[in-house]
Structures are given as structure tokens and as C-alpha cells.
């Protein structure tokens, strides 16, 4: 692979790149999808693709690895102290949300049942922990971690589904709404 320049024209045949490959999986899986049937989308070269991939996988692990980094990151500024408030909660949810529906598409292409499953257990095992951090500064350091940790499965499995269908329904309902249900789901912990 052969090292580019980053410049505009760059980053604008990296985005074509990267959006061609989200709509073809939004038809069929990574392993089906071909770089000729990726360039042929963006309208470049299979040289041009090279130049910054090796292939389809190399172009899907690295949007993956942003996605993730992008999303701890955003988790990571949004520290809350312990013992606080439902609105705080509710704020780092809103920014979670903005930032996804910013990202609808590739997020979207990511959890897909076209998306790598390796990218999904990384993410979901990524809010869990994050999730486990907010209880522990929400409830003041006593609850019981064992319980938690089921509860955190289960709460971040529905939260995901709950964001694949607002994204699926192209976002039919405002982030504070869904906002507010994750809390509301989240609250109903003992």
C-alpha cells in the first residue's frame, strides 16, 4: 500500500471510497462486496483504491476503528461525577445520539446483519463498560457488581436494538425522545 498525501482531494476519494462501500452493505455482507464492485460505485480506479487500502476488509477495519474510537472518545469527555443526576446521564445520551445520527450511515452499515460481528461485540462490550462506570458513580460505589453486570448485558443488547430501529425508521423520533427511553430503561434498574 502505497502512502498518500493527505490533502482535500485525498479525503474526498477516501469518502467516496468509504460511502460506496456503506451502500453496498446495506445490499450484502463484506464477503460479497468486491473492490471492483466499491470502485466501480465511487467512480475511481482500482489503483486509486490500493493507494489506500489493501481491500474491502483493510477499508471496513479501518472505519470500524474510527467508529470505535470516535465513540469511546465521545464517552470518555462526557465523565460524569459520582453521584449524579438523571440530567447528566440524559446529556452524555443526547451527545451519544447526536453523534450517531451525525453518522447514520456508516453506523447504520456497521451494526447491519452485513456488518462484521467482531465490530458489534467490540461496541457492545465498549458501552458495557462504559456503562458500568455510570452505575457505579450513579449509585455511589454499592451496588452489587455481579447483578450489574447482567443488567448492563442486557440493558446495552436493548439499547443497541433500540438504536438500529431509530436509525432503520431513519430517525423518525427526536434524540431527546430516545434519549429519555434509554434513561427510563436504564432507571429501571434496582
Request: hydrophobic residues 40%; charged residues 25%; glycine residues 4%.
Amino acid at each position: 500500500m502505497k502512502k498518500v498525501q493527505n490533502n482535500r482531494g485525498a479525503c474526498k476519494t477516501k469518502n467516496a471510497i468509504r460511502n460506496s462501500l456503506i451502500e453496498l452493505m446495506k445490499q450484502k455482507a463484506v464477503a460479497r462486496i468486491t473492490v471492483t464492485e466499491i470502485c466501480r460505485k465511487a467512480d475511481i480506479h482500482r489503483t486509486t483504491f490500493y493507494a489506500h487500502y489493501r481491500d474491502q476488509y483493510d477499508l471496513l477495519d479501518q472505519m470500524e476503528k474510527e467508529a470505535m474510537t470516535s465513540i469511546d472518545n465521545l464517552l470518555d469527555e462526557n465523565k460524569l461525577v459520582p453521584n449524579c443526576g438523571d440530567g447528566q446521564i440524559a446529556a452524555m445520551a443526547e451527545d451519544l445520539l447526536r453523534h450517531i445520527a451525525v453518522n447514520n450511515n456508516s453506523v447504520q452499515a456497521l451494526l447491519s446483519r452485513n456488518g462484521d460481528i467482531f465490530f458489534q461485540k467490540k461496541l457492545i462490550s465498549c458501552l458495557i463498560l462504559h456503562l458500568r462506570q455510570i452505575e457505579k458513580k450513579y449509585s455511589g460505589d454499592t451496588a452489587d457488581d455481579k447483578k450489574n453486570l447482567y443488567y448492563s448485558v442486557f440493558l446495552v443488547h436493548g439499547a443497541i436494538a433500540l438504536i438500529q430501529l431509530w436509525l432503520k425508521n431513519n430517525m423518525d423520533m427526536p434524540v431527546p425522545e430516545i434519549a429519555d427511553m434509554l434513561l427510563k430503561i436504564t432507571r429501571k434498574m434496582p
